[in-house]
């Protein structure tokens, strides 16, 4: 086993995986603890305890679901319950090592831009699909950021003005429509509106992943929600192919490990139709990610590393 140049945390809404990596990204030490919620103390008690059981010394990097300005400060996150921590400040205290806190989309596509299937491209759009929709992009060869750590968040984009309502207050975000929890919705609107058969019925909770299995026994209800879902998601896409012009666009989280088969080419073929140009140039491919639930911590030991120059 080779040493560890980095650590990386990605911080789950349970749980917290932590992996060294060697200077070639590879993973050569591996973690897991259950995420302390609404308490900041315990938070990076955990960190620390992970980080150290792996390697000593090496940069970390952390990923989170929320906001997460460049500076480390965690603005919000809600699936933890807490805002304003300054947890890159905080670890480096107590690690003595530098530490380098990001949105856990944004760290993600970090791993999947170096060591992933984005690697060799200078251009990488990427969207999650999950309980939610978040998404990051690499713009000629930067991580992009933004003001607030907010650049790329195809989620909230809006496909559909006056659609339906999402988690973020406002109305046809994309998230209201290709979430996991999104196409469970959809499929239960669809059933109480109508007496179309499917195997669906039988069923006393509906969820996204039970859509989807549907969707792959052809059951024809099922089949058309997640074409739906996948059309919403061309439309979204549309938007960010257009300001960014990537080489790929990357589909990543836990939603579309099943469902990519179905949904990733309705999108691929809305991208393709409807982009500017789309008849002088070659559409980006919309391409499953490659490194899994791993992305996040990968991609977070990566960052860490690379923003202290190691
Ligand atoms: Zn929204």
New binding site residues.
């Given amino acids: 086993v080779t040493a560890p140049v980095a650590v990386g945390v990605d911080v789950g809404g349970t749980k917290l995986l932590a992996l060294a990596v060697d200077a070639d990204g590879e993973v050569v030490g591996r973690q897991r603890l259950t995420t302390p919620r609404a308490d900041a103390d315990a938070l990076v008690e955990a960190l620390v305890e992970a980080a150290s059981e792996l390697a000593s010394g090496v940069p970390v990097g952390v990923g989170v679901a929320g906001i997460v300005t460049r500076e480390g400060d965690l603005r919000y996150a809600p699936n933890l319950q807490l805002q304003d921590v300054a947890l890159g400040r905080r670890l480096e205290d107590e690690l003595g090592v530098r530490a380098a806190v990001r949105n856990d989309v944004t760290v993600a596509l970090h791993g999947e831009w170096q060591v992933g299937a984005g690697r060799g491209s200078d251009d990488v759009v990427m969207v999650t699909l999950g309980t939610g929709v978040g998404g990051a992009v690499v713009a000629d060869g930067r991580l992009i950021e933004g003001a607030h750590g907010l650049g790329g968040e195809i989620?909230?984009i809006?496909v559909r003005d006056g659609g339906r309502p999402?988690?973020?207050?406002?109305?046809?975000?994309?998230?209201?429509y290709a979430s996991g929890t999104a196409v469970a919705a959809l499929a239960r609107e669809r059933l109480e509106d109508g007496d179309e058969h499917s195997a669906l019925r039988e069923l006393d909770e509906i969820d996204g992943k039970a859509v989807t299995l549907a969707a792959i026994d052809d059951d024809p209800l099922a089949l058309e929600v997640l074409r739906e879902s996948g059309y919403w998601l061309g439309v979204g896409l549309v938007a960010l192919v257009n300001i960014f012009d990537p080489e790929v666009v990357l589909i990543g989280g836990g939603a579309a490990t099943l469902s990519a088969p179905i949904v990733l080419p309705e999108a691929e073929g809305i991208v393709a139709e409807r982009i500017l140009g789309a008849d002088h140039r070659d559409p980006p491919p919309v391409r499953r990610a490659a490194l899994g639930d791993d992305a996040g911590a990968i991609g977070a030991a990566l960052l860490a590393r690379d923003l202290a120059g190691a």
């Avoid at 999402?166 to 209201?176: I, M, Q, S, V």
């Fill in positions: 989620g909230h809006p999402c988690p973020c207050g406002n109305r046809g975000c994309l998230e209201a």
